[in-house]
């Protein structure tokens, strides 16, 4: 950080030391980074942004000499024709010493161009992939705005899905499960049971910090009776535990009851467990607005792990953010994962069910009421859905399958007109819409199974979001 200290106060070039080591630059914007297009050290290539990768035409280095060199250093990035007006390409070319390859980085993170005086820039302020990054007019727009600080590496086997987030940069502001502890130092509560022959309510823990539930301790409680979950836990420290809707800590709501705790039980990290088996009637809900949650236009992202074979047509299976008022209040209210078979605008593959977005007023496959042709069903036993936002102008759906390979971008570009920026509330819904549960609400209609998911504050990195999927298939749903 020292060495960081000395190049900003620097006044005309960036100025490093020998041994500087080269590293990507991160839009601020777009959260992705400045990339050499096609991976070529062929002179005259453009630079753009791209999804951060690690790889050699993603590494930049400031050197004494104010250029700024990539490609293993072999080549410097240069003002095309030693260009100084607004809108000149970007390029590499053989490292020359001329003024037009001369760069200083100001202290707002912009980088100027020494002979122009323009900054690198998004073009038209994009955030998607092949963007191409143009000379402009310095604005102190967050798309002229670049970071050497990159996403921490994922911690070690062993760590949860919030320590990762939390090594990006995005933590946890709620962590629901009742399967796994979603940090690695996690030792708590995961979920309330109440028994029907006495209604009397446990809460059911780990066996280990960091580990899977402690499914004995419902078995044994709930022996010889029936058994429902009225609470998940947040694991966060947030205190946004999840209710269900219909209980006294939800006033208000009269349309829901809570899920039977023993319908379904499976295996994860060798050892049993249950799922929240979601049935039409049952939903959750809390108000985090106070308690960290993104509201507004604040970026935000979450995942869930759910499955493709308990699934309906009902509205709305949803898990993220809602309404306070738990009413359809405007486009843009709501940011939650929805996962279910409605296709409300079309543009959904096959039968279902989908990851899509419920965006409210609208659960949207993509950027508009048109066909997505990324869309794709996922109907394996476990499914892991994400979506995130960037609040004012990109979102993006992924969805695989939770027990084994990568994840597959459903949609990452533009919000559908209307809800730029967004309008969040900063509720926590899960198991339906936003409109739930009270008299006058939306009906509580969907069917769906929950595992585990978080909500995290910011805009998670690519890298973020596959070191997640990862420790989500480590895990060994069964």
């Not at 038209?124 to 310095?138: E, I, M, S």
């Not at 499976?266 to 009637?281: D, M, Q, R, V, W």
């Not at 009902?314 to 279910?340: H, L, P, Q, V, W």
């Not at 809800?419 to 409109?435: E, H, T, W």
């Amino acid at each position: 950080m020292a060495l960081l200290a000395t190049m900003l106060v620097t006044a005309l070039t960036w100025s490093t030391s020998a041994s500087a080591v080269a590293a990507p630059l991160v839009g601020s914007a777009s959260g992705r980074c400045l990339d050499v297009k096609g991976n070529t050290d062929a002179t005259g290539s453009t630079l753009q942004l791209w999804d951060c990768n690690g790889q050699a035409n993603q590494a930049f280095e400031f050197t004494s000499a104010g250029e700024l060199r990539t490609m293993n250093g072999t080549r410097c990035v240069d003002a095309s024709n030693a260009g100084t007006s607004p809108g000149t390409a970007v390029i590499i070319w053989t490292c020359n010493g001329q003024s037009n390859q001369s760069w200083r980085q100001n202290s707002d993170g912009s980088i100027t161009g020494v002979q122009s005086g323009l900054c690198l820039d998004a073009n038209g302020a994009g955030t998607a992939n092949g963007t191409a990054v143009v000379l402009w007019t310095c604005n102190g727009q967050s798309n002229q705005k670049w970071s050497t600080s990159t996403t921490t590496p994922p911690p070690a086997g062993g760590s949860g899905p919030c320590d990762i987030y939390a090594a990006g940069g995005t933590p946890c502001v709620a962590a629901h499960s009742t399967v796994r502890a979603l940090y690695s130092s996690y030792s708590g509560r995961l979920y309330e049971v109440r028994r029907s022959s006495d209604s009397s309510t446990r809460d059911i823990g780990v066996l280990a910090a960091g580990g899977f539930v402690n499914a004995a301790a419902q078995d044994s409680f709930c022996s010889g009776t029936s058994c429902v979950i009225t609470a998940v836990y947040d694991q966060s420290g947030h205190g946004n535990d999840l209710w269900y809707q219909g209980s006294a800590q939800v006033p208000g709501s009269s349309q829901s009851s809570p899920a039977n705790a023993t319908t379904e039980s499976l295996t994860a990290g060798g050892t049993k467990a249950y799922s929240l088996y979601i049935n039409p009637g049952n939903s959750y809900w809390r108000d985090g607005h106070l308690t960290g949650v993104p509201t507004g236009a604040a970026p935000e992202g979450a995942y869930m792990v759910t499955s493709g074979t308990h699934v309906n047509g009902g509205c709305c299976f949803d898990y993220g953010n809602s309404e306070t008022t738990r009413k359809a209040d405007a486009a843009g209210a709501m940011d939650a994962i929805n996962f279910g078979k409605q296709c409300w605008f079309g543009g959904c593959s096959g039968s279902g069910p989908w990851v899509q977005a419920d965006l409210e007023w609208g659960l949207y496959p993509g950027g508009s009421q048109s066909w997505n042709t990324n869309q794709r069903a996922f109907t394996s036993k476990f499914v892991t859905a994400m979506l995130k936002n960037n609040g004012a102008t990109r979102f993006a759906l992924k969805g695989a399958n939770a027990q084994s390979g990568g994840l597959s971008t459903l949609w990452d570009g533009a919000l559908p007109s209307g809800y730029s920026p967004m309008k969040k509330q900063g509720a926590i819904v899960l198991g339906s819409g936003g409109d739930c549960c009270k008299p006058g609400g939306g009906a509580n209609l969907s069917a769906g199974t929950f595992y585990e998911g978080a909500i995290v504050a910011g805009y998670p990195s690519d890298a973020t979001d596959n070191a997640v999927q990862s420790n989500i298939t480590a895990a060994g749903y069964r």
